[in-house]
């Protein structure tokens, strides 16, 4: 059996964060880079470039892209056993406290899925907050179902970052 792994990371947040993003849990890339959508071929960060326009080529330039935007990023899965980075292998799944987080940042007024894991363990878990949340594509490379353009402009219409 796989062994137990914590989550890695605190949450980014910043007091004005408006848009919290949630993942399920992080690649074995990113517990190796130690940052949040580290693997080479995983989308996310150009996707967010895309979108708002800021650089993306380190940790820091994320981080600002992040700040700029007033967006957040943390995952919904604590703690688990998993024998790869795919969703599916995810077993005994303890949920990270997202009500805590929401009432420690009330500035937070949106959530945001990258997967659809994370979007059903937060409707299993949390389902009767009452905080307007939607669903944005995978940016895994696993996810092939849509093109590149075709996730940028989904993030670009569901994020609508000021």
């Known amino acids: 059996m796989a062994e137990r792994l914590a989550h890695p990371f605190d949450p980014i947040v910043f007091p004005d964060t408006e848009i919290l993003i949630l993942g399920s ?36 330039q994320k981080i600002w892209l992040l700040k700029a935007s007033r967006l957040g990023l943390w995952d919904m899965v604590a703690g688990c056993r998993r024998s790869n980075s795919l969703d599916s292998s995810l077993e005994n799944i303890e949920v990270n406290d997202i009500p805590t ?19 059903e363990l937060f409707e299993r878990h949390f389902g009767d907050l009452t905080i307007e ?30």
């Open 25 to 60: 849990f992080p690649s074995v890339d990113s517990f190796k880079k130690a940052f949040y959508y580290a693997h080479p071929r995983n989308q996310f960060w150009l996707i967010l470039s895309e979108v708002t326009g800021y650089p993306v080529n380190n940790r820091d």
């Open 101 to 119: 987080l929401l009432q420690q940042n009330p500035s937070i007024r949106k959530l945001l899925f990258t997967g659809r894991k994370a979007q």
């Open 133 to 162: 949340r939607d669903y944005l594509p995978s940016p895994s490379p696993a996810y092939a179902a849509k093109s590149f353009e075709e996730k940028v402009k989904e993030y670009r219409r569901v994020l609508s970052v000021t």
